[in-house]
């Protein structure tokens, strides 16, 4: 055998175990990461020459966002930026990224649309253009983008006129920075060459996001573009008067309500300094111990490994913004130990998909939503938090005993441990012991905080910061003191489980810059942007000293090359940070675009008429379309743009149909509806990018695959419709007392509901206890929807008794008011308003310090005023509204006493099942007896 011949043996050998070992049906470790490149980061990287440059300007960028979220700029004096000028910079760095990482086509469909959109966009600019506005160049514009999509690109090289968009895009976006201060002086009247960024500027845009995201969002963005030229052509129920090139040009590139707009803000503010504390996070080796000490903990149970991977991909999520990294991530290591240990190929996948997408509803970060939110809703991030963490913790839990669930069903086992368990007893008491000590530390931190300022004003920042220090030496101390962390090969003859202790000690420093986080975000009450900078920062002073630190501490020498190293890592989590982000970039920026249509052309409430005929009026019927076209937007879209798009149309829809309806639905309920329905999309066949790439990693089929992790995946489906019918599940105004109490008892109905779709709960379930489970579980889920049909809790009154009705509300409840009157537009309306009473020796008293007064009209009640800045005007009611129907609200039983019967009915599910299951040996000795 020639050395050749030997050295293609060894490297053909070496593929086949580095696949055996991941378990992947034949994709390689490269073939996975260009899978996460070419959907996250771009799979392009060109000559080392251009890698390094392509690196440089990543780094840049993260540098320039670091720079731009600090105080440095306010304390040195310099290089102070306002949103827009920072906006500008922001997508500029985007839209270079996108043409230098992600090749021109990537499939004949694209390579269609990318010669197709630029053709009829251009076209619809030209004809839009009025008299005087120059058009003569759109036709160049059009061929150099065409002209780039067929001569295409390499994904190894990039050609010169991939550069050429690269800088024109760039510079398109850096227009509203050099012209900052002319533009201000200009707005509604554009000069030339404001056309020309404009167009260029939308047009370069809009290839950018079919390159680096796929066509549908710049698909759904280019038919906004048409809508808004061509809406005198358009039925009549959503026709519009239509705007020409100079309005569209000032309104989607020109001011902050299109491209520039809010989303594109939140991406420059918040996201940006969160992916890349992420970044940095994985690149210092948190991301393989979130993995190991969940395996530690967890792989010894019934379906462990699957327990296991659904809890480090919850951690996982805290450092990932992206459904598919964090598959392919965590997915390398647990998918080949659920295929171990009894799950079928696509089982295993879809529990990895389930758990990892998952990973974007858990706060504090949520991907961008959360940040999304608290601009769009206008309520502070940490109630964003608060309302948010529920029903996520209620989802991983239930997601857990899906697991459980399939792993009793299949009578699988956990994987060995190297040690033996201590008893129960001692096992609680250990764990009641790291409870109290973690109480004490918390408690002793925040109040050593709040003594410490106080006393040392100017110095405590710093004083803080060499407590802090010292803390991560004395943890990094500790981990010096274990064997480094190292992914086994899950596909290894046997595999034994790490021991918890020295797995959890080896990497307790990382959950420092995590405190830090949660610290300054729930406590110092800091803005995000801020929260961040100061959590990368300290992110950043241990990425670069660990590796030394730790070096010295075990006495490796080596100094200096783990000094180096710690450079290298930390350029290296810059890059990729910046690369994670030009996604998120795109896809705000775009996003802009359909939102800055919406607001252009007010099909918003032409929207609402749709859906109201479609729907007929309930309020269900419309929270399914709502969620169905998350679903349809979602195969194609990113969550974030997703989230922003069917939130921009349908959010506003659902709280006013709602209150039409009766029903009072708080904003930050719809907002998470939109968002959980966007994250479900993907998962849902037949576009399910994350259970592409899990089959990828099983070698399962994608589409079952994505079909059983819907099914996982039900209960994430399930809470957005009980949260919006009872808002005790988003802890709206529930105490800390109630809070616990509504976790328990909802934690409790999902654990039933998922039981029910599951098909087992102590035994196989029959069909009637599934029909009775699904009862309980939604019995305890909404207690009022039963109480209500026995006992209703308001009183129809004539509207002539208002008065009366005012004095006998107790005081801080609501009085119910269904009102018809005239909408902003002009169009006859129905609505209730629910108008809070408060102290008054009579009901015309306590009416009118509600801001309401009336006139009597025979038996109809007109409203004659409403208080500026009053309760009745913050309620929506105005002048010459016409009461239609009073509520009373009236003594009524507690709705949780149909707690009682629907424990009772539990009751019995648990003893028809208990018997069955005694009766029925577990599938494992099944199989042994028949063997």
């Given at each position: 055998m020639t050395d050749n011949d030997k050295r293609d043996a060894d490297q053909t050998q070496a593929a086949a175990v580095e696949n055996a070992a991941a378990g992947r049906g034949g994709l390689s470790q490269a073939e996975l990461d260009e899978l996460v490149a070419s959907s996250d980061t771009g799979g392009r990287a060109g000559s080392p020459g251009v890698a390094k440059f392509i690196m440089l300007v990543a780094v840049a960028w993260s540098l320039f966002q670091l720079w731009y979220a600090s105080p440095l700029p306010f304390i040195f004096g310099f290089g102070v930026f306002n949103s827009t000028e920072a906006r500008s910079i922001h997508l500029a760095f985007a839209l270079f990224l996108a043409f230098a990482a992600f090749p021109a086509a990537r499939t004949k469909v694209q390579m269609v649309l990318g010669i197709g959109i630029p053709l009829l966009i251009g076209t619809l600019f030209m004809i839009s253009a009025g008299d005087g506005q120059p058009s003569w160049w759109i036709p160049i514009v059009m061929i150099g983008i065409v002209g780039a999509v067929v001569l295409g690109s390499p994904k190894d090289n990039i050609p010169p006129w991939e550069w050429a968009l690269a800088i024109i895009g760039a510079g398109a976006s850096l227009y509203i920075l050099v012209q900052y201060d002319a533009i201000a002086n200009r707005v509604g009247a554009p000069i030339p060459a404001d056309f020309v960024a404009g167009v260029v500027g939308m047009m370069l845009l809009l290839e950018a996001t079919r390159r680096s995201l796929g066509p549908a969002l710049m698909i759904v963005a280019s038919v906004f573009l048409l809508y808004t030229v061509l809406g005198p052509y358009m039925p009549s129920i959503i026709a519009h008067g239509g705007n020409n090139l100079s309005q569209i040009v000032n309104h989607h590139w020109i001011t902050t309500q299109g491209v520039f707009g809010i989303a594109l803000g939140v991406s420059t503010q918040f996201v940006f300094l969160f992916v890349l504390f992420g970044s940095l996070l994985d690149k210092a080796g948190a991301g393989n111990y979130f993995i190991?000490?969940?395996?530690?903990?967890?792989?010894?149970?019934?379906?462990?490994?699957?327990?296991?991977?659904v809890v480090s991909s919850g951690m996982t999520g805290l450092i990932s913004g992206s459904s598919i990294a964090n598959v392919v991530t965590t997915g390398t290591f647990t998918i080949p130990l659920m295929k171990k240990v009894g799950f079928s190929a696509e089982k295993a996948g879809a529990v990895e998909v389930a758990s990892s997408v998952?990973?974007?509803?858990?706060?504090?970060?949520?991907?961008?939503?959360?940040?999304?939110?608290?601009?769009?809703?206008?309520?502070?991030?940490?109630?964003?938090?608060?309302?948010?963490?529920?029903?996520?913790?209620?989802?991983?839990?239930?997601?857990?005993?899906?697991?459980?669930?399939?792993?009793?069903?299949?009578?699988?086992?956990?994987?060995?441990?190297?040690?033996?368990?201590?008893?129960?007893?001692?096992r609680l008491i250990g764990i009641a012991f790291a409870i109290v000590v973690i109480c004490v530390v918390s408690f002793a931190t925040y109040y050593g905080i709040g003594w410490l300022r106080p006393a040392f004003p100017n110095t405590a920042g710093y004083i803080l910061f060499v407590l802090l220090a010292l803390v991560y030496i004395g943890l990094l101390y500790v981990a010096s003191r274990e064997k480094p962390l190292e992914l086994d090969d899950p596909n290894a003859p046997v595999t034994v489980l790490p021991l918890p202790g020295p797995t959890a000690r080896s990497g307790l420093h990382f959950i420092l810059p995590v405190v830090v986080l949660v610290w300054a975000l729930m406590v110092d009450r800091l803005s995000p942007g801020l929260s961040a900078f100061w959590a990368t920062g300290f992110m950043i002073f241990i990425l670069v000293t660990q590796k030394p630190l730790l070096a010295l501490m075990r006495g490796e020498g080596a100094f200096g090359g783990a000094i180096v190293e710690g450079f290298k890592d930390l350029v290296s989590g810059l890059e990729t940070g910046a690369r994670n982000m030009i996604g998120i970039g795109i896809a705000t920026a775009t996003a802009g675009i359909i939102v800055g249509a919406v607001s252009q052309t007010g099909v918003g409430s032409a929207l609402a008429e749709v859906v109201e005929v479609l729907s007929g009026g309930n309020i269900l019927a419309i929270l399914f379309l709502t969620a169905i076209l998350s679903l349809i937007l979602g195969m194609?879209?990113?969550?974030?743009?997703?989230?922003?798009?069917?939130?921009?149309?349908?959010?506003?829809?659902?709280?006013?149909?709602?209150?039409?309806?009766?029903?009072?639905?708080?904003?930050?309920?719809?907002?998470?509806?939109?968002?959980?329905?966007?994250?479900?999309?993907?998962?849902?066949?037949?576009?399910?990018?994350?259970?592409?790439?899990a089959a990828a990693v099983s070698g399962g089929d994608p589409i079952r695959t994505g079909v059983v992790a819907f099914f996982y995946s039900l209960r994430t489906a399930a809470l957005p419709f009980l949260f919006i019918f009872n808002t005790e599940l988003l802890l709206i105004e529930v105490g800390w007392a109630q809070g616990i109490f509504v976790f328990i008892v909802a934690t409790v109905a999902m654990l039933l509901f998922a039981a029910a779709t599951q098909g087992w709960f102590l035994a196989?379930?029959?069909?009637?206890?599934?029909?009775?489970?699904?009862?309980?579980?939604?019995?305890?889920?909404?207690?009022g929807f039963w109480m209500d049909m026995i006992a209703p809790p308001f009183e129809e009154?004539?509207?002539?008794?208002?008065?009366?009705?005012?004095?006998?509300?107790?005081?801080?409840?609501d009085l119910r008011i269904r009102v018809a009157g005239l909408n902003d537009i002009g169009d006859p309306i129905e609505f209730v308003a629910l108008i809070e009473m408060g102290d008054g020796a009579t009901g015309e008293d306590r009416l009118m310090d509600a801001g309401i007064e009336f006139i009597q009209d025979g038996d109809r009640m007109i409203i004659d005023n409403v208080a500026f800045g009053s309760v009745a005007q913050d309620a929506g009611l105005d002048w010459d509204q016409e009461v239609l129907r009073v509520l009373q609200p009236v003594p009524a039983p507690s709705k949780y006493l149909m707690f009682i019967p629907a424990l009772a009915l539990l009751a019995l599910v648990v003893w028809l099942q208990r018997g069955r299951a005694a009766r029925t040996p577990p599938p494992a000795r099944r199989e042994t007896a028949q063997a």
């Open positions: 190991q000490v969940a395996f530690s903990l967890m792989g010894h149970m019934k379906g462990g490994p699957a327990k296991a991977a998952n990973g974007q509803i858990m706060p504090p970060v949520m991907g961008a939503a959360a940040f999304l939110m608290v601009e769009y809703v206008g309520i502070p991030y940490f109630d964003v938090v608060k309302h948010a963490f529920l029903p996520a913790v209620i989802s991983y839990i239930a997601l857990v005993y899906i697991v459980h669930l399939e792993a009793v069903k299949a009578g699988m086992e956990g994987l060995p441990r190297a040690y033996e368990p201590k008893p129960l007893v001692r194609g879209l990113p969550t974030t743009a997703n989230y922003i798009v069917v939130s921009a149309l349908l959010a506003p829809v659902i709280v006013t149909l709602g209150q039409q309806n009766g029903l009072i639905v708080p904003l930050i309920a719809v907002h998470l509806f939109v968002f959980y329905f966007g994250i479900m999309a993907d998962v849902t066949p037949p576009v399910g990018l994350a259970s592409f790439a196989k379930n029959r069909i009637y206890e599934t029909i009775a489970l699904l009862l309980i579980a939604f019995t305890l889920f909404r207690p009154v004539p509207p002539a008794q208002i008065v009366e009705a005012a004095a006998n509300t107790p005081v801080g409840e």
